[in-house]
């Protein structure tokens, strides 16, 4: 295979069925694959400031190879756009550029832009064309798969949206070089989830091949491809998120409730390190509850250690909230249904499943005894079930 | 059939499909209707101002019957309620509630709050369940069946929205009594609108019985149910418009451009009204393409003036801009396709069909010759496309 060899995934989803192309130097042939798709397609694309001072022009020049001249509205960057002002703004901005329902919208940008723009595109005229354009290894493997847009209100993240598939999504593996090492990392948290789940063949061949994927090889190309594979699976097993889908928030209660006890400081924490921390906690809450073995737990900590993820909440800087607090968060995220506590739990590398009626007071022991404001805290190799019965205060 | 019997239409959508019940007394139903089909569920109402002054303590009775107490959202009475901003109280007033994906938003009030509660029920959590309480006979007849929602933009109305398809929707025909005479003819303009559509059986019982059917005996009921089988047969063929749907347009582009040219001054034209007369200019318009006879034509002139309807441009208080600013605005509508006119046209009554590429220049000179500025006007029964090829001006 060579370098710039282009992968591609279809995302079989009967007449939402679409493609996601990834590979090196998308952008510039952004407009002949739209228009094969579309043609004579009008286009707007929706982007940041920080994305348009980088790739915008890039994306222009590939455009308008396929005979497009784009509206463009460039949004804020930043999780704060996610907002209903934000969501007016780009309606507005489309409708402005007199886009029809066949026309597209173009979301070029990472999970921010791509949510926004998705919902936008979405709900104008009832449902426009969607293409995305994914720029960060976070976007490029979580959100480009399975149409899930939105954005946030003040009483929660994401809990105003809709479901919305695109037409095609490019994952230009060459703009992921211009991502801080920071923000890869926290990508590839949601990266190796999908080994975790259900593929411990490809949690394995990442175990052994990290390195080539941080470094831009083919590898890349091929675990993004991978990672898009198996959520591609889940999401055409449960496209609308009423059963399996749920799989792929193993790691998100715990990061979700820790995001939120941080104060979405992205200083502290971003989203991929909370989903790295949750994905360890969830094997170890795991083993703890005698389901899988510690062993397993341990593999996990020691390969998001190893790339230089944090994987306990002792990696988190400055004071968390307490147990207690913590799990109030917990009860307050959306993935709660009707009171009972649902967690994604393991039987072992990728072996993932929805644990319904988890009890809170489980949580509580678990959570106090991994909480980094206990005095000694068992080292992942040692601890059992059994040592761990010890509660503090 | 008693006065108090209920009529059922079923609307076949599949996974999605829901009961339409049609009677008298059924908001001291509701509660028991909702929980039987949704048990346990939660609930939020949405309703405006002055719905909520004549309804609202019975549908909280029939509720109470079902074991639901609701949270209540009420909104000012209006077109402009329609926004963004409003849209955003809504979301936000049903998270407040802490409402879950399968507890139910109800709409309890016309078009416009079952737009806007629709369009709510559609994006919070990407998707809860809801169910219709029409209480105008527009909204029975027209938005209880087919699942848009949506709010206008400043760049138009119903620009923005989703399709989301109800549980159930409670169409008590006792509350219409409550409507001013004027707002329940605009209403049934558009139950007669299917007669024209391809129910000629139809609009002949209608011809007959169309006073029962203001007078509220069981007619009333059978009008309705006849109306929502007729649109739930279109939308069953083509859920989101991508085809055969758009024939419940008929009377709609004209119609549109009359309530535009009127700036939505409800004093002068209302929704229904502008129907009634885009009903009739579309069926003058096809005769003079030669398409049908005047004679049926001048049958739906003479109907829609017996039930005490608008028919002609000449009925609107005040002054209409000119035939070009006529046109102008019925290329602004969003049916437009690529910038080719779309016209719902007729070859009989109960014969619509969808014209594409009708010349704009043959609008033009319709516009014109039956324009009320034009100094002699010829009556219904006299045109002819022979007759009507002169041009003033």
């Given at each position: 295979?060579?370098?710039?060899?282009?992968?591609?995934?279809?995302?079989?989803?009967?007449?939402?069925?679409?493609?996601?192309?990834?590979?090196?130097?998308?952008?510039?042939?952004?407009?002949?694959?739209?228009?094969?798709?579309?043609?004579?397609?009008?286009?707007?694309?929706?982007?940041?400031?920080?994305?348009?001072?980088?790739?915008?022009?890039?994306?222009?020049?590939?455009?308008?190879?396929?005979?497009?001249?784009?509206?463009?509205?460039?949004?804020?960057?930043?999780?704060?756009?996610?907002?209903?002002?934000?969501?007016?703004?780009?309606?507005?901005?489309?409708?402005?550029?007199?886009?029809?329902?066949?026309?597209?919208?173009?979301?070029?940008?990472?999970?921010?832009?791509?949510?926004?723009?998705?919902?936008?595109?979405?709900?104008?005229?009832?449902?426009?064309?969607?293409?995305?354009?994914?720029?960060?290894?976070?976007?490029?493997?979580?959100?480009?798969?399975?149409?899930?847009?939105?954005?946030?209100?003040?009483?929660?993240?994401?809990?105003?949206?809709?479901?919305?598939?695109?037409?095609?999504?490019?994952?230009?593996?060459?703009?992921?070089?211009?991502?801080?090492?920071?923000?890869?990392?926290?990508?590839?948290?949601?990266?190796?989830?999908?080994?975790?789940?259900?593929?411990?063949?490809?949690?394995?061949?990442?175990?052994?091949?990290?390195?080539?994927?941080?470094?831009?090889?083919?590898?890349?190309?091929?675990?993004?491809?991978?990672?898009?594979?198996?959520?591609?699976?889940?999401?055409?097993?449960?496209?609308?998120?009423?059963?399996?889908?749920?799989?792929?928030?193993?790691?998100?209660?715990?990061?979700?409730?820790?995001?939120?006890?941080?104060?979405?400081?992205?200083?502290?924490?971003?989203?991929?390190?909370?989903?790295?921390?949750?994905?360890?906690?969830?094997?170890?809450?795991?083993?703890?509850?005698?389901?899988?073995?510690?062993?397993?737990?341990?593999?996990?900590e020691t390969h998001l250690r190893a790339v230089g993820l944090p994987w306990r909440m002792a990696d988190i800087p400055g004071e968390l909230p307490d147990a207690e607090a913590l799990l109030a968060f917990?009860?307050?995220?959306?993935?709660?249904?009707?009171?009972?506590?649902?967690?994604?739990?393991?039987?072992?590398?990728?072996?993932?499943?929805?644990?319904?009626?988890?009890?809170?007071?489980?949580?509580?022991?678990?959570?106090?005894?991994?909480?980094?404001?206990?005095?000694?805290?068992?080292?992942?190799?040692?601890?059992?079930?059994?040592?761990?019965?010890?509660?503090?205060?």
């Amino acid at each position: 295979m060579s370098v710039n060899a282009t992968v591609t995934v279809e995302v079989g989803l009967g007449d939402r069925a679409y493609d996601i192309l990834i590979g090196s130097g998308l952008l510039l042939r952004a407009g002949t694959e739209i228009s094969r798709r579309l043609p004579g397609t009008r286009a707007a694309v929706v982007t940041d400031d920080n994305v348009a001072a980088a790739h915008l022009e890039t994306l222009k020049a590939g455009l308008e190879k396929g005979g497009i001249q784009p509206a463009v509205i460039t949004l804020p960057a930043g999780e704060k756009t996610k907002s209903f002002a934000h969501l007016e703004e780009v309606v507005d901005g489309v409708l402005a550029a007199r886009l029809e329902r066949g026309d597209v919208v173009i979301a070029l940008g990472g999970g921010v832009i791509g949510d926004l723009a998705g919902f936008a595109a979405g709900i104008v005229r009832r449902g426009m064309n969607f293409v995305q354009i994914p720029t960060s290894l976070l976007a490029q493997v979580d959100s480009s798969v399975g149409g899930k847009t939105g954005i946030n209100s003040a009483r929660g993240k994401n809990l105003v949206g809709v479901f919305h598939q695109p037409k095609l999504v490019l994952a230009d593996t060459e703009v992921l070089d211009t991502l801080p090492i920071r923000e890869f990392r926290a990508g590839y948290a949601e990266l190796a989830k999908y080994g975790l789940i259900d593929r411990p063949g490809f949690f394995a061949w990442l175990e052994e091949n990290w390195g080539k994927v941080f470094a831009g090889g083919p590898e890349r190309a091929e675990a993004i491809a991978e990672a898009c594979r198996a959520k591609a699976d889940v999401v055409a097993r449960d496209e609308f998120e009423t059963g399996d889908r749920a799989l792929l928030n193993l790691g998100h209660t715990f990061g979700h409730a820790l995001e939120a006890a941080t104060r979405y400081d992205s200083a502290r924490l971003v989203h991929g390190e909370g989903v790295a921390i949750g994905m360890a906690l969830a094997c170890r809450f795991s083993s703890r509850l005698n389901l899988a073995s510690p062993d397993d737990a341990a593999r996990v900590e020691t390969h998001l250690r190893a790339v230089g993820l944090p994987w306990r909440m002792a990696d988190i800087p400055g004071e968390l909230p307490d147990a207690e607090a913590l799990l109030a968060f917990i009860t307050q995220d959306k993935k709660v249904s009707r009171g009972a506590l649902t967690f994604i739990l393991t039987r072992g590398i990728g072996q993932a499943f929805i644990a319904r009626d988890v009890p809170a007071s489980e949580v509580l022991s678990f959570l106090r005894e991994n909480h980094p404001g206990r005095q000694s805290r068992p080292g992942p190799q040692k601890s059992s079930p059994g040592q761990q019965k010890s509660r503090p205060g």
